[in-house]
T-cell receptor, first 114, second 110 residues
């Protein structure tokens, strides 16, 4: 149980385009979902927290207009990187929480912006 | 949430027990100790968590000192597939925000 999926697993896009990443909890309803970013050889950095039906809460330094988060249902959250640039290239990971403290993580999406 | 301190890297021989320490000297009474691991290019995997008592599951054992200021994650028979970065995290009960430190990079060697 407690499986979280992400789609796509990897994406390459041109600079200036937008990319959408989906995060789904497959066998449970997630009251809260989280989005992280990880650069090579670094730890995970929390970007934002989203609750179903409400606006996401962004961490300091994360541009909410650039990283659009939608949490439309208890099993789906999406992260859209708008007008992507090469510096946005990273490993994006989502996680989902049932209401207790335990977070279950997706496999990650590797984004490369050319 | 309390901060944790872990050694940056450790080695372990295949088949032996891997003991990964974590210091959380500022932990509060309502904060859980969580362990996750991240194998290269994958999302973190939940391993185990505890509040006061020692815990064991099919993956590992968690030993928490009586004063709760430190803990040890034990992988009883490490395999090459256990090579990963192991993160020790403290989370307040009912809380949700998880801040990852640098973790311990465990190398299991044949």
């Amino acid at each position: 149980g407690a499986v979280v999926s992400q789609h796509p697993s990897r994406v390459i896009c041109k600079s200036g385009t937008s990319v959408k990443i989906e995060c789904r909890s497959l066998d449970f309803q997630a009251t809260t979902m989280f989005w992280y970013r990880q650069f090579p050889k670094q730890s995970l950095m929390l970007m934002a927290t989203s609750n179903e039906g409400s606006k996401a809460t962004y961490e300091q330094g994360v541009e909410k207009d650039k990283f659009l988060i939608n949490h439309a249902s208890l099993t789906l959250s999406t992260l859209t990187v708008t007008s992507a640039h090469p510096e946005d290239s990273s490993f994006y990971i989502c996680s989902a929480q049932t209401g207790e403290e335990t977070q279950y993580f997706g496999p990650g999406t590797r984004l490369l912006v050319l | 949430d309390a901060k944790t301190t872990q050694p940056p890297s450790m080695d372990c021989a295949e088949g032996r027990a891997a003991n990964l320490p974590c210091n959380h000297s500022t932990i509060s009474g309502n904060e859980y100790v969580y362990w996750y691991r991240q194998i290269h290019s994958q999302g973190p995997q939940y391993i185990i968590h505890g509040l006061k008592n020692n815990e064991t599951n099919e993956m590992a054992s968690l030993i928490i000192t009586e004063d709760r200021k430190s803990s040890t994650l034990i992988l009883p028979h490490a395999t090459l597939r256990d090579t990963a970065v192991y993160y020790c995290i403290v989370i307040v009960a009912g809380g949700f925000k998880t801040i990852f430190g640098a973790g311990t990079r465990l190398f299991v060697k044949a």
